[in-house]
């Protein structure tokens, strides 16, 4: 059963995160009305969507006053988690929409000519909305524990087993 919710003019989208860094969740929401929808991305989908976000803005007038509340609402529970992102610029009413289609495991895929159990979200955004939403983006993903210099993975305070060392000895910094 799918959990699928279009946001045609949402008021308000964000990403956010919860958790320590480190351990962080990453969380989009958006919200139309009354309704709110959360889910949970993983981190190198916030920093390819806050990327290609801008890439797509650089070819379009510049925005007006961008959104300052960014934080997140309750509920933070995430409906489901992403799978994939897709993005598209109407301009007929000078939007972006942003779809984001649920993880579905192997063994629940079915045919394409199937019906699919998948949930998806979709948000209409104002191009300020899509500015706000990839500089927050940027942000958090910048703000996570600094990359190794050798492997590009996460390093961690306690230590990390760099695979381009095979393990032997740490990166030195």
């Known amino acids: 059963m799918s959990d699928s919710h279009d946001l045609y003019d ?8 919860i958790g320590p860094t480190g351990q962080r969740v990453f969380l989009l929401q958006g919200r139309q009305g009354s309704l709110t929808v959360t889910v949970k991305l993983e981190k190198q989908q916030v920093a ?4 290609y976000l801008a890439k797509v803005l650089e070819e379009l007038p510049d925005p007006g006053i961008l959104p300052e509340d960014l934080e ?30 649920e993880a579905v495991p192997e ?8 019906e699919t159990n998948a949930s998806m ?7 300020e909305q899509a500015a706000a939403l990839a500089i927050r983006g940027t942000e958090l993903v910048e703000a996570g524990r600094p990359p190794c210099p050798l492997c590009g993975n996460p390093l961690d305070p306690s230590g990390h087993v760099c695979p381009r060392t095979n393990g032997h000895r740490p990166p030195v910094l």
């Open 72 to 101: 997140l609402e309750e509920p933070l529970d995430a409906a489901w988690v992403v799978g994939t992102l897709g993005l598209s610029y109407d301009s007929t009413a000078d939007r972006i929409v942003l779809l984001a289609e």
């Open 107 to 114: 063994e629940e895929e079915v045919d394409e000519a199937d």
């Open 121 to 127: 979200a979709r948000f209409t955004i104002t191009r």
């Open 10 to 17: 949402a008021e308000r989208v964000t990403v956010g995160t």
């Open 48 to 51: 390819a969507l806050s990327q």
